[in-house]
């Protein structure tokens, strides 16, 4: 399996109807100022050899001022080159709202084929593994009850607050990966819910 | 989707060879015939072996193509090399469809073998179990293909309970278990390597049988996971289906392969696929059991608020708090007719609350007067009535009220009571009339909570 392309894999979101947060490749600190535009942004190398950009201290969070945006860069390139992770990209990312990590992942079981995944998310997931499988197509009663079977579920939902959002974003990857059976893992970690919905911070799709 | 239909000819035949029948009882084929007598199978019966003229009475056949008979079920037992000629013969002579009870197919790595197996019943349009299985067994039309005897084996009563495994072992013991339960059998099919005829034919089949009323399934694995989504969407829908699955774990799954070369999949993807279609899991075989009872005999809740009548305080209590654990049911609240009634007709140290603690010293007319009181009351929806027999009150005509009471009861309602031989003794009594008992409130709460799940499911899904 192989991992697709950042932006190409935001882009195949985008078509399904999936929004995640404005993202964009950079060669220069300069391009990631006029992204950032006074805006905290987020900046993570991305490579096919560095599979947990969090862990490795490949994200820098939280950059407005233009010391911050070129200091960051300049030791994302030369980590990078220390650890052996070329070819890598640098990424930049509007700051997501702060809020509840989930996970919302894909996978192709030998059996049953297309699955979605909803779980407690970022660091969590291990941990807690606290999480529930749907065979696609999941339908809305479907990821109802995947959503409330769920220890998490009322952290996850903002005591149900969230709840049609995070359904309807379920059965929107459910579709998606119906139409595109060439994908065989997705990884949407983390989710950010929020009083304000939910906001999709980093992608992966392995086909 | 259907692989392979009509079954209806291998559980109801009119005709059945026996192919591999023998004089000596220490072969399977013996056994298998002796079944048949015992059973007192009423359609005609034919044994074939070419070294004998005669078997058990009955005339024997060199070879199935020489019967002059219609042959609507050949039971196959013999050695597993042989099996693809007798095939080819059966489906010569117009055999309708094929048990093969025989091992020594892909279970030991003879692919090539079953491979062949499955050609020729395909050649012919051959309905075929197996190989590697114990075949089918229906109390009502007295098929039974065991090789497993009467005396080792009870056979259960007829029920309308279902039972569907891959393994003969675990069908068998199973099997055995539920000879000992009230609720009966309708069809039990072991299909061991399911070359041909898979679990998703089976499922098919008994969906649409109405004799079938609850079904209770083992598996290993699913051989088409597509298909069996698709009519897992429908057979919940029509009635519960109980599932055991062997094979969940990476040691279990080896298991499995070397078992019944049968191809386990991860348990989460099962476990999540059973839960989206309403499948009630069940985890050991006393879980399938208990499981079993309940829908076999109850008829869909209201909700989940559980009236509990009880002549023993504590084990009301731990049966409440099982109730509280549960996550989906409540212990129900009486309402205000019901506490006054219940106060003028109880005496005064009888608990006027739910659980209703009618003291140890209550007999028949106490339980009586609680049960009633729960039936009509609107904010209770099951009941779970606790009869401990240890009591200076309780004795048979507590279980015979209770069984009457039954009769009449449009809730749902179950039993728990737990105790040695003189329990025991009333168990049977109740659970022959039809009475879900427990002897554990856990595993009565669980049978309760898995009702209402079904029901929620099958009423609330698009």
């Known amino acids: 399996m192989e991992l697709l392309d950042y932006m190409k894999a935001k882009r195949i979101l985008d078509n399904n109807g999936i929004h995640s947060v404005e993202s964009m490749y950079v060669k220069s600190p300069g391009e990631a100022l006029s992204f950032s535009g006074g805006e905290p942004i987020v900046m993570k190398l991305i490579s096919g050899k560095a599979l947990h950009k969090s862990k490795e201290g490949l994200v820098k969070l939280n950059l407005v001022k233009r010391e911050e945006i070129e200091k960051a860069y300049k030791e994302l390139r030369e980590k990078g080159d220390r650890l052996g992770l070329k070819p890598y990209r640098i990424i930049v990312q509007k700051t997501a709202r702060k809020g509840i990590e989930i996970i919302i992942g894909g996978k192709t079981d030998n059996d049953f084929g297309k699955m979605v995944l909803i779980g407690l998310g970022g660091i969590y997931v ?5 999480f529930a499988l749907g065979v696609c197509p999941v339908n809305g009663y479907d990821s109802m009850r995947m959503i409330h079977s769920l220890k998490s579920r009322d952290v996850i939902t903002y005591q149900g607050k969230q ?5 309807k974003l379920v059965e929107k990857v459910s579709t998606m990966l119906k139409k595109n059976e060439w994908i065989q893992e997705l990884d949407l970690n983390p989710v950010i819910i ?12 392995l086909r | 989707m259907p692989n392979v239909s009509n079954l209806d000819m291998m559980m109801n035949p009119r005709s059945v060879a026996i192919i591999g029948a023998s004089k000596n009882p220490d072969k399977v084929g013996h056994v298998i015939l ?4 015992n059973a007192g199978y009423s359609g005609r019966l034919y044994p074939v072996n070419k070294d004998a003229d005669e078997i058990m009475g009955l005339k024997a056949y060199a070879r199935v193509g020489d019967i002059k008979d219609r042959i609507d079920l050949a039971v196959i037992a013999v050695p597993a090399k042989f099996v693809p000629g007798v095939l080819e013969e059966c489906g010569k002579a117009g055999v309708k469809s094929t048990v093969v009870v025989s091992g020594g197919f892909a279970e030991i790595g003879q692919v090539k073998l079953q491979e062949d197996l499955v050609k020729i019943a395909k050649k012919y349009n051959m309905p075929t179990l197996g190989p590697n299985c114990l075949g089918v067994m229906d109390p009502r039309s007295r098929v039974d293909t065991l090789f497993l005897p009467t005396f080792k084996l009870s056979r259960p009563q007829i029920g309308g309970v279902s039972f569907v495994a891959q393994s003969g072992a675990v069908g068998s013991t199973i099997l055995d278990l539920i000879s000992g339960e009230g609720f009966g059998l309708s069809k039990f099919i072991s299909y061991g390597n399911a070359a041909h005829i898979d679990e998703v034919d089976i499922l098919e089949y008994l969906m649409n049988d109405d004799e079938t009323k609850v079904i209770v399934m083992y598996i290993e694995g699913i051989r ?8 897992a969407k429908k057979i919940t829908k029509k009635k519960p289906v109980i599932v055991l699955k062997g094979g969940r774990t990476a040691q279990g799954m080896q298991a499995a392969h070397s078992h019944t070369a049968s191809l386990a999949g991860s348990w989460e993807s099962y476990e999540a696929v059973f839960r989206q279609f309403g499948f009630t899991i069940a985890n050991d075989i006393s879980e399938l059991l208990h499981y079993a009872k309940i829908f076999a005999s109850e008829p869909e809740p209201r909700g989940g608020r559980i009236g509990i009548v009880t002549n023993g305080g504590g084990v009301g209590v731990l049966a409440a708090d099982a109730i509280g654990n549960s996550g989906l049911l409540k212990v129900g609240s009486l309402s205000d007719v019901t506490k006054k009634e219940l106060r003028r007709k109880m005496p005064p140290l009888v608990n006027i609350s739910n659980p209703i603690d009618i003291a140890g010293d209550a007999g028949e007319d106490r339980f009586n007067t609680a049960m009633s009181l729960l039936a009509d009351d609107d904010g209770i929806d099951m009941l779970l009535v606790i009869a401990l027999f240890q009591t200076p009150g309780a004795d048979s005509t507590v279980a015979a009220r209770l069984i009457h009471y039954k009769e009449n009861s449009e809730k749902p309602m179950i039993v728990l009571t737990i105790g040695a031989d003189y329990t025991r003794m009333h168990k049977i009594m109740m659970e022959s009339a039809g009475l ?12 309760l909570k898995a009702l209402l799940m079904y029901y929620d499911y099958r009423n609330n899904t698009p």
């Open chain 2, 224 to 231: 088409r996971g597509r298909d069996f989504v698709e009519l």
């Open chain 1, 194 to 205: 929020s009083e304000n919905g939910y906001e999709i911070v980093d992608i992966r799709i």
């Open chain 2, 34 to 37: 002796q079944n048949y007598v």
């Open chain 1, 126 to 130: 291990e941990a807690f593994r606290d």
């Open chain 2, 436 to 447: 879900p008992v427990y002897d554990s409130p856990d595993a009565a709460v669980k049978a």
């Open chain 1, 163 to 167: 709840e049609k959002e995070i359904e």
